[in-house]
């Protein structure tokens, strides 16, 4: 996708989690509008979900506007390829509108993003995080209760203004998106690389902040990590 401050992106979700992820003002909001000058978060649904963004898309003056389609991967407790996924979105395609490259699966669900960007308890495994994996911590962290929906969602727009670079990592196919469509580059995973690397020598903290110029909070973190 080219960079073009100009240029506008439509970002098209399966629903309002995804979308809530997406508008609410944090590190990621801020990425998104360092490359485009605005953006906005289109849900789809149903069957028909691909014929609803081709629709759309097709419509798209490209010069002038980028898009991003993102699907779950819908994990049923079995190992899903990304690949195979996205093949399965593309095959309703016929008229090949989408652009293959703008089609990113999530692993599993828009929820592991959000278990990624929290401050909550270490799971297994954040890449296999499922929707019911995130809604029982949430209710674990609310005495036992579910939210009700308006609470849920605000609960879900203070997790995602958690999310600082270092956490991206958490969860592969987070940071594969945001390294994929340009978000952050590989430099500044370079950086993280080697500020975990001071951090492990033993280096103090404010050491590190002088070299790499993070934050005192994103380097105790990493720190707690250890």
Same mark, same amino acid.
């Given at each position: 996708m080219m960079e073009n401050n100009l240029k506008e992106l439509r970002i098209f979700v399966e629903g309002d989690e995804d979308k809530i992820f997406f508008e609410t003002e944090s590190l990621?909001?801020?990425?998104?509008?360092?490359?485009?000058?605005?953006?906005?978060?289109?849900?789809?649904?149903?069957?028909?979900?691909?014929?609803?963004?081709? =629709?759309?898309?097709?419509?798209?003056?490209? +010069?002038?506007?980028?898009?991003?389609?993102?699907? &779950?991967?819908?994990?049923?407790? @079995?190992a899903i390829c990304p690949l195979s996924k996205k093949t399965e979105f593309l095959r309703i395609d016929e008229s090949k509108i989408l652009i293959h490259e703008n089609v990113w699966i999530v692993?599993?669900?828009?929820?592991?993003?959000?278990? =990624?960007?929290?401050?909550?308890?270490?799971? +297994?495994?954040?890449?296999?995080i499922t929707k019911? &994996?995130?809604?029982?911590?949430? @209710?674990?962290?609310n005495?036992?209760?579910?939210?009700?929906?308006?609470?849920?969602?605000?609960i879900l727009k203070n997790i995602v203004v958690q999310f600082e670079i270092n956490k991206s990592s958490r969860n592969k196919s987070l940071e594969r998106f945001l390294l994929h469509f340009g978000f952050i580059s590989n430099p500044e995973r370079k950086?993280?690389?080697?500020?975990?690397?001071?951090? @492990?020598?033993?280096?103090?903290?404010?050491?590190?902040?002088?070299?790499?110029?993070?934050t005192e909070r994103e380097i105790s973190e990493m720190n707690n990590k250890k």
């Open positions: 990621i909001y801020k990425m998104i509008r360092s490359k485009y000058s605005k953006h906005k978060v289109i849900t789809y649904s149903g069957t028909k979900v691909t014929k609803e963004v081709i =629709a759309v898309v097709k419509g798209f003056d490209t +010069n002038k506007i980028d898009y991003i389609v993102l699907a &779950d991967s819908d994990y049923d407790g @079995k692993q599993e669900e828009i929820e592991s993003w959000y278990y =990624a960007c929290s401050n909550f308890d270490k799971p +297994n495994n954040y890449n296999t019911s &994996d995130f809604q029982n911590q949430i @209710k674990k962290n005495g036992g209760k579910t939210p009700i929906s308006r609470a849920y969602h605000n950086l993280w690389e080697k500020a975990d690397s001071m951090l @492990k020598a033993g280096f103090s903290i404010e050491h590190i902040i002088n070299e790499t110029n993070l």
